[in-house]
Structure formats: structure tokens, C-alpha cells
């Protein structure tokens, strides 16, 4: 699949004043088109920063990194003209909480139509037939009066759904979602899910979904990235990542989960916290918390390697052997079911 | 359940009404907001409730009526047999020392200027200020290694501690006089999935070593299933459905349950196949439609569910408040399929 856009060795420094703390280390990750991906980890992972960073939102105390390549385009080369143009237009992103991005002094009409008029320089009746056309889209009934109320008028699932229509406003290629349902109830964000995952495929337009919730990205996406301080640690399709976990992390986060189906169990919760930015532990910054972690761990950080084929990338140093280990379950767990 | 245990805790037709004021008139059109209306409700001793619903369902309110936060609209809450009041006098002061609450924020539930151990002490320092300092000491340095703090963490500040460390100060200072009730109202949501698990099996343990028994309330059907021995789900002020949450979650009956718990996503299952994706937003509980609250977004609604309101019975083994199972014969539920 070729990548619509293609991020390489990324990293992030924020000044602390008298010294840099990086953020992201180095991250790789190419979409492509159409195709969803699951980007999931615990908060300060740095799985916002990564695309805050590649559209250029993250303001004059970050030093970036690396290579975003957009087709042709260096997206951290470009002037901040060109840039506006790319953000909105070709990659559109949503946040967690659509009140606080939607402007409250302003009716949604107008909210829509400057997204229209900047990226696809409507005005007018042709803005406002297509606004309310984008709303209808997104499952508003009712457009035509929605468009002359304000955001406070409107419940917080239809705040992220009109959010959704500004996104498409721009007819983007990439649609980024930054825990678009975190704010909402089970029941209104089965609704939005249901409507991320129509537009994306109705549109060839490919999906991040950024989260901290296992079973969303389980249910949504094709392939998951897993990260932790900074790095992306494990990477494959969403059906292996799930049913054959490698890397330790991994392993900790889907055995800390508690289920709603099957028989009550105590948690395995993995120990400790995680390291702030500035304090990383040598080597693997898991090793601390890692039970599988010997003083090799403490020496080097690993690289994202391969294991085992179908592009499963972990970076342990004992990956090969936890890989061995997680397909001994998968295929015992495959005839318990059976 | 024998007849030999007793509740701590039974509330009896329990409401809470807010006189608000709609948009329209010179002064606005007066309204009446029933954010519980009228649940009733038993924990035994040693037990936990959960209560699941959505944002908006009451349950919060239920959480600050028990305490007695709030005063009651109607009904009646016994807690070990005394009736909890809102008139915060010296009997509401005596039975409020034996229920402890741990809130969501830990942050906004600490005071920032008082280190770890002084906020795990202070409420000692309130309810039995004639305790001597070396045992207050010894006290909240035993309730700190309960709780897995390490001993040099005392001196720290709250905005010191990480977000899970910070819930555990709160759940030992909610310990330190040893409740008899303890309501956490969405004590792991704010918690990272690695940090929740250790705070889960953590009040775990704790429950089996205290014995304190919980009213436990959280919108995560998973979680709650994990603390709590029986549940109930709320919607727009009502309990719609409990019991066991075994049978609740792995069998519901109310088409409420039903969606919510289709609606999880989980790792384990592919659920996209049989979700029940519900329309629409919960209504404005400040005009909550007529008769059965769920109706206007029910798949199975029928006349009858437009004009009343079902009543929480018994059917195979636990409660549920919904015509279509109520009505229907014996063992045949809609849950059928």
C-alpha cells in the first residue's frame, strides 16, 4: 500500500528554559490511503504529539524532528501558508472535546462555513446548501435550523458530529481523531464510531484514531501502533496485535483490562508509573516496570524489529521468545474455543 | 441472600427534584428537573453496589443523597437503621464519619497545601481530635503502606504525586476512620488503564481486609462489574434493571441494558456484528418523556410503554422495569435472540 503520508524518525523537544526534554524519540509511521490506524497508549505517551507536531500545532517551544512527507510535500518545510492549506484541507483532525473546539459565540452555520470557504472557497447559498448537505451527512436531522443555533444548544455527541462535518468540510484525505469519543457516553459514541467508520470507507479516507481505550481501536482499525514514552513499541494488524501481543507493555495493558464477558478475575496491573519525559530510565524505558526485564534491558534501547512475518514490529530485546510464548496462547485459547 | 443478613444501607423511594426555569416568558417557563425519581435500593453489610448509567442518569445525586449532601425530595434513606437527613447537626456529623466518598478528580479532592500525610490525618484530626499526635502518626503511616504509598512520599504535595498516586492519598484519607460505607463515585475513571487496574485490586483488598461495604458509582460497565456483588443501571432518574452483575451484564433483559452493554467495545469479542446502536441523545430530564423513560429511543417500544410508567419486578433471578419483559410469559424473554 502506498502511504499518503509517511512519517520518519520523528522527535519532539519542548524548551524547558534553560534545557531541552524530548518528547517523541524517533517515531516512523506511514498511513495509507484509506486505511485506518489505531494509535493507543497511556497519557504522555506522546501519541497526540506526534500529529500535533506533524501539522505544525505545537507553537514555538517545540523543536521538531525528522521527516512528514504528504506526496511531494515536506509538511515541516512548508511556509505557514502552505501549511493552512494542508491542515484542514487534506488532513483534518477532531478533538476529545468538541465544545471546547467548537467557538460558542458563533452560530454552527458559520462554524462550517468558514471551513468551506477556506478550503474549498464556497460562499453564499453554495456554502450554505453544502453545510447543510455536510450535517445531513453526519446525521443531523433537521440541518437547516441546527445551522442557526449555537454550540451550547446542542448535546455533546451532536457537538463531535458537527465537529465531524467541519472536518469534512475540506474533503480531507486523512481524517485525524484524538479520543474523539472519550467525552461521550457508551451509547453516543457506539454512534460516532458507527459514523467514523462509514465516512472512511465511503470516502477512501483514511482514519487515525488516536486512543487509550484498547476496545475501541480493537473495533476500528485495521492496524495498531502501541506507544510508550515516546516511542512506538509494537505495530501490527489489529487481529494479530490483540490475539498475539509480543511486547511486555502490551501484554500488561490487555491483562489490566477488566471484561464484561467471561469469568471474573483479579487484574494483572503492571507496577509502577510511568517515567516523566525527563527522567527515562537507560536503556528500555519499560525495563523498570518490566517483569521479563535483565540487565541487557538496562543497557540499550531496541529497536522496532520484525517478528514472525505479516510486518509485526516490536522493539524488546526479548521479543523473539515472548513471540513464541504469544502464539503457544493464541493457539491454546483457539482450541478452548473450539 | 439469608435472612440472617441485614442491610447497611436501604433507600426507599428515594427523589430528588430541582425547581429550574426553561427559556421562554418574561422570566422563563418554571419546570421541574427529576434527577432521581424514585429508586429504592438495599447493600447488605460487606457488600458493594454498583451503579452504572450515563452522564445525566442520577446517579451522582444518588451518591450526595445517601451522604446526605443534599436534602430529599421524597423518600427515605436508613443507613444501619438511623435515617440519613441533610440538617448537618451533630447526628448527620457522627453517621457522616462512618460513610466515606472517594471522587473522580483526586487533584480537586485534595487541598494542595497540605502534604500527604497531613491530608490522610486530618480527618482523624476532625472526628477524634483527642487522639494523641504518635498515634495519629503511627496511624496514617499504616494506612499509607495499606494503600502502597512508600514512607518518603509523607512529606510530598499533591501536585508531587501522579495522577494514581494521588487516588490512593484519597482512598486512604476516606479510610482513616475506618467507614463502614464507602461511595466512590467514578473513582478510577480519571486513571490510566495500567493505574486503574492497581487501584481496582487494590480497593479489592482492601474490601476483603476492612470489610467496608460500597456503593459503587461509574458509567464502565466493565469496571463496575468487577468491584460490585450486585448492580443497578440507571436511566433518566430510574432504576430500569438489577441483580447479580453475571446475570445483569451476561443476560440483560431491559433493551436499555441491552444496548449499553452491546455498545462496549472489547478486545475479546467482535461486537460490531450484533450491536444495537441506540438513536438519538438521552432526553432532557427536565421534560423526561411520559410513562417509561426509555421509549422514545426504544427499539421494541409499544403504546403501552408511551403512557406508563413499569414497575422494577422480579423475573428469572433479578429485576427488571420494562413492559415487554414484565408482560411477557414465563421464560420468554425478549432477550431471546
Request: with cysteine.
Amino acid at each position: 500500500m502506498d502511504a499518503i503520508v509517511s512519517i520518519r524518525n520523528m522527535t519532539v523537544d519542548f524548551d524547558q528554559g534553560h534545557r531541552f526534554v524530548r518528547a517523541l524519540h524517533g517515531i516512523s509511521l506511514d498511513v495509507g490511503r484509506g486505511e485506518t490506524v489505531g494509535i493507543v497508549g497511556e497519557s504522555g505517551c506522546g501519541k497526540s504529539i506526534t500529529w500535533l507536531a506533524a501539522l505544525g500545532l505545537l507553537g514555538k517551544r517545540a523543536r521538531v524532528g525528522g521527516r512528514v512527507m504528504m506526496g511531494s510535500k515536506s509538511l515541516l518545510d512548508l511556509d505557514p501558508n502552505g501549511l493552512a492549506g494542508i491542515r484542514g484541507g487534506k488532513i483534518a483532525m477532531i478533538f476529545q472535546d468538541p465544545s471546547s473546539s467548537l467557538n460558542p459565540v458563533h452560530r454552527i452555520g458559520r462554524q462550517i462555513g468558514e471551513a468551506l470557504r477556506l478550503h474549498r472557497g464556497l460562499r453564499g447559498s453554495a456554502a450554505k446548501a453544502e453545510a447543510r448537505r455536510l450535517l445531513d451527512r453526519v446525521g443531523i436531522s433537521n440541518a437547516a435550523q441546527r445551522l442557526n443555533e449555537y454550540p451550547h444548544e446542542l448535546s455533546g455527541g451532536m457537538n463531535q458530529r458537527v465537529m465531524i462535518a467541519m472536518a469534512l468540510a475540506g474533503e480531507p484525505e486523512v481524517l485525524i481523531a484524538d479520543e474523539p469519543t472519550t467525552a461521550l457516553d457508551v451509547t453516543i459514541q457506539a454512534q460516532i464510531l458507527d459514523l467514523l467508520r462509514e465516512l472512511s470507507a465511503d470516502n477512501e479516507m483514511a482514519l487515525v484514531l488516536i486512543s487509550h481505550d484498547l476496545g475501541v481501536v480493537a473495533d476500528m482499525t485495521e492496524r495498531v501502533a502501541v506507544m510508550y514514552c515516546g516511542r512506538i513499541i509494537e505495530q501490527a494488524a489489529t487481529d494479530a496485535l490483540f490475539s498475539r501481543p509480543v511486547h511486555p507493555y502490551t501484554r500488561g495493558l490487555i491483562a489490566a483490562l477488566p471484561d464484561i464477558v467471561g469469568p471474573k478475575r483479579r487484574l494483572a496491573s503492571i507496577p509502577g508509573t510511568v517515567p516523566p519525559p525527563d527522567r527515562l530510565p537507560p536503556g528500555c524505558s519499560f525495563a523498570p516496570r518490566c517483569a521479563r526485564a535483565d540487565e541487557a534491558c538496562t543497557d540499550r534501547q531496541p529497536e522496532l524489529a520484525g517478528v514472525g512475518g505479516d510486518s509485526h514490529d516490536v522493539s524488546c530485546l526479548h521479543a523473539a521468545e515472548l513471540a513464541a510464548t504469544a502464539m503457544r496462547e493464541a493457539a491454546n485459547h483457539e482450541l478452548e474455543q473450539a | 441472600m439469608s435472612a440472617a443478613e441485614t442491610p447497611l444501607l436501604s433507600v426507599t423511594n428515594l427523589k430528588r427534584h430541582y425547581d429550574v426555569r426553561l427559556p421562554g416568558g418574561l422570566f422563563g417557563t418554571p419546570a421541574t428537573l427529576k434527577a432521581v425519581d424514585g429508586i429504592s435500593f438495599e447493600i447488605m453489610k460487606g457488600k458493594t453496589l454498583g451503579l452504572v448509567g450515563e452522564s445525566g442518569c442520577g446517579k451522582s445525586t444518588t451518591a450526595k443523597l445517601v451522604l446526605g449532601h443534599i436534602p430529599v425530595t421524597a423518600g427515605e434513606i436508613r443507613f444501619d437503621g438511623e435515617k440519613v437527613t441533610a440538617n448537618h447537626n451533630a447526628q448527620w456529623r457522627a453517621l457522616r464519619r462512618r460513610m466515606q466518598m472517594i471522587y473522580q478528580d483526586p487533584l480537586g479532592a485534595l487541598d494542595r497545601r497540605l502534604s500527604v500525610a497531613d491530608q490522610i490525618g486530618e480527618p482523624i484530626q476532625i472526628h477524634a481530635p483527642e487522639t494523641p499526635k504518635a498515634e495519629r502518626d503511627e496511624r496514617v503511616a499504616s494506612l499509607m503502606a495499606d494503600v502502597g504509598l512508600r514512607r518518603d512520599m509523607a512529606d510530598r504535595f499533591p501536585h508531587e504525586l501522579s495522577g494514581g498516586q494521588r487516588q490512593r492519598v484519597v482512598i486512604a484519607r476516606a479510610l482513616s476512620l475506618k467507614p463502614d460505607l464507602l461511595v466512590g463515585d467514578e473513582p478510577v475513571s480519571a486513571l490510566d488503564v495500567s493505574i486503574q487496574a492497581q487501584v481496582l485490586n487494590l480497593l479489592d483488598d482492601l474490601r476483603q481486609s476492612t470489610g467496608f461495604t460500597a456503593l459503587f458509582i461509574s458509567h464502565d460497565l466493565k469496571v463496575v462489574r468487577q468491584m460490585s456483588d450486585r448492580v443497578a443501571v440507571m436511566y433518566l432518574g430510574r432504576i430500569v434493571e438489577s441483580g447479580a452483575p453475571e446475570e445483569v451484564f451476561r443476560r440483560p433483559q431491559h433493551p436499555y441494558t441491552q444496548a449499553l452493554v452491546s455498545a462496549i467495545p472489547t478486545i475479546r469479542r467482535s461486537a460490531v456484528a450484533n450491536r444495537i446502536v441506540l438513536k438519538g441523545d438521552p432526553p432532557n430530564p427536565v421534560n423526561a418523556p411520559s410513562g417509561c423513560p426509555f421509549h422514545t429511543r426504544c427499539p421494541s417500544a409499544i403504546a403501552q410503554c408511551k403512557s406508563e410508567v413499569p414497575a422494577l419486578l422480579e423475573t428469572a433471578g433479578h429485576k427488571v422495569a420494562c413492559h415487554l419483559v414484565n408482560n411477557a410469559p414465563a421464560g420468554a424473554g425478549i432477550a431471546a435472540e
